[in-house]
């Protein structure tokens, strides 16, 4: 499902105004009919409910308006409470307006805190909310806040007509205060900020519905982001011939783990496996090489020298770069540490495999200390698979600017360094070289636990070895990660441990694979 940012959803509809020639009236009558027909399907009837529509300036009050009138004419007890005065109502909105004062349905003006004593928002059984729509871009305060932390303050069902106020819909960020809503009503294409958090949780169930805008108008407007579902990772899943062999899904290399974190190690190479990746190795220090090998029976190892820590170091480059001849991908990182040795063999093989290699964990940390090595020129493409801390390292940022910025940050990172980025998180961005982002939207908060990442390279690293392009391995990887998880999260919240996410990818892969 394809995501418009603000602007882009401005031009879609003056392409459909302007250049098609559907008046932004009929629009909005669509708009507010659709939202109807959606609450009505989520809530019941609702003749004889006391509905309250609060409407501010701009389209998104036009809407309400209509949501209004379609409303009184199902039988509920309408009224509206516009944040302003009539004469800032312009356009398509003060059409509609008209057509509410002509039916006398009640309006009260709703202009400065005087206006909210005795407003009770508990009296109604449903509040609409059209204050603001998409494009929102400054913070919500004075009497606009007062508003919204009444509307969150009810007990009873709130709708959002396009878009939760207070929310920006390119990023999903809160604008000092955002409506919490059960339902958003979106129209035509949905937008990045009904899926990038924090919007994600204020949104409630989401329904993107059709007002008339030509799938054409839509087609054309160069959308470059997308949500990933059921629909969109499905697409990259193939059905295997019957005369298929091992050789068939590749042979993928990994470099990682050391003393202590073997388990990283362990886990990539089992998210591989689970991925249906044909062959497994990975490089081990011999020091380590026993435990690999008795948690391992499917994967083979490349014994080596390794550091102290029992990392690859610098003295098994050679012996490294032979063993990725013939390899179709390379994943590089879980649990390797940081040590001088571990850091000069991360920069050369960044620089020197010539398959696509995947890139995570402490090797991401030591890319971040020599960032030098990502401006150079590389063989083949390169996949970044940074958590938000990581991610700040990287980019010398904070966090928390990560976290407020997910989706610009991925984007201009991919396409600085020419390289494909996974930033992990709730609601996974993938991004890449070419500007086009994906959103996530499988997942849940019990994958907060260990060793969910090392699993999540590995099924990316094996999807690579089976010939998905980097594109396509990340996006149908990352869904997989997500929705494994939640078919465990249906028997519990939280306790799931990442090996178990693995061993549930078959399962998930095959449901994908029903519903083409």
């Known amino acids: 499902m394809k995501l418009a940012r603000a602007e882009q959803m401005r031009q879609i509809d003056r392409t459909a105004i302007d250049d098609i020639g559907i008046p932004g009236s009929v629009l909005m009558e669509n708009a507010g009919q659709q939202t109807v027909h959606c609450l009505c399907r989520y809530f019941g009837e ?38 302003v005065g009539t004469d800032r109502i312009k356009g398509d909105a003060a059409i509609h307006f008209r057509i509410i004062s002509n039916l006398h349905i009640a309006v009260n003006f709703l202009l400065g805190p005087d206006d909210l004593q005795g407003l009770e928002p508990d009296s109604f059984d449903l509040i609409i909310d059209a204050l603001f729509g998409t494009g929102l871009q400054r913070q919500i305060e004075g009497h606009y806040a007062r508003v919204i932390e009444m509307i969150n303050r009810a007990s009873c069902p709130v709708v959002a007509v396009d878009m939760p106020s207070g929310l920006d819909s390119d990023t999903g960020a809160v604008c000092g205060v955002a409506v919490k809503a059960d339902l958003t ?91 249906g990746a044909g062959l497994v190795s990975l490089c081990a220090a011999r020091a380590l090489n026993a435990i690999f090998e008795s948690a391992l029976h499917e994967a083979m190892t490349i014994p080596m020298t390794g ?38 063999l991360v920069k050369r093989i960044y620089q020197q495999a010539d398959m696509t290699l995947l890139v995570d964990a402490d090797a991401i940390n030591i890319l971040a200390v020599e960032k030098s090595a990502l401006t150079r020129a590389v063989k083949a493409p390169r996949i970044l698979t940074p958590h938000p801390g990581e991610m700040a390292r990287l980019l010398g940022k904070s966090s928390l600017f990560i976290q407020q910025n997910r989706l610009e940050t991925a984007r201009q990172f991919a396409e600085q360094h020419n390289v494909y980025l996974v930033l992990k998180g709730a609601g996974t961005i993938v991004a890449a070289p070419d500007g086009n982002l994906a959103v996530n939207a499988s997942g849940n908060p019990g994958m907060a636990a260990g060793g969910m990442g090392d699993v999540l390279s590995g099924i990316i690293g094996g999807l690579l070895a089976q010939g998905l392009e980097p594109w396509s391995a990340c996006c149908l990887g990352v869904y997989v990660h997500g929705l494994a998880a939640d078919r465990l999260a249906e028997k519990g919240p939280c306790g799931y441990l990442a090996g178990e996410v693995a061993e549930r990818v078959p399962s998930v892969i095959n449901e994908l694979l029903t519903v083409k």
């Open 46 to 83: 609702v003749k004889g409910k006391k509905i309250a529509v609060f409407a501010g300036p701009g389209n998104n009050g036009g809407d309400g308006f209509v949501v209004a009138r379609h409303l009184q004419q199902l039988g509920a007890q309408v009224r509206v409470f516009l944040l």
């Open 307 to 344: 550091s102290d820590d029992g990392a690859p170091s610098i003295k098994d480059v050679e012996l490294i770069l032979a063993a990725l001849e013939g390899k179709q991908a390379a994943v590089v990182g879980p649990g390797l540490g940081t040590a001088d040795e571990t850091a000069e």
């Open 185 to 275: 009503v979106t129209f035509g294409v949905a937008k990045p900020g009904h899926f990038v958090f924090p919007g994600r949780e204020m949104v409630g169930e989401l329904e993107v519905v059709d007002i008339g805008i030509p799938s054409q108008v839509v087609a054309e407007a160069g959308l470059t982001c997308e949500v990933l579902d059921r629909e969109s990772a499905g697409q990259f899943v193939a059905r295997r011939p019957a005369n298929s062999h091992k050789g068939t899904y590749g042979h993928l290399l990994v470099v990682a783990g050391s003393i202590g974190k073997t388990g990283a190690a362990i886990l990539c190479c089992q998210g591989a496996l689970r991925s």
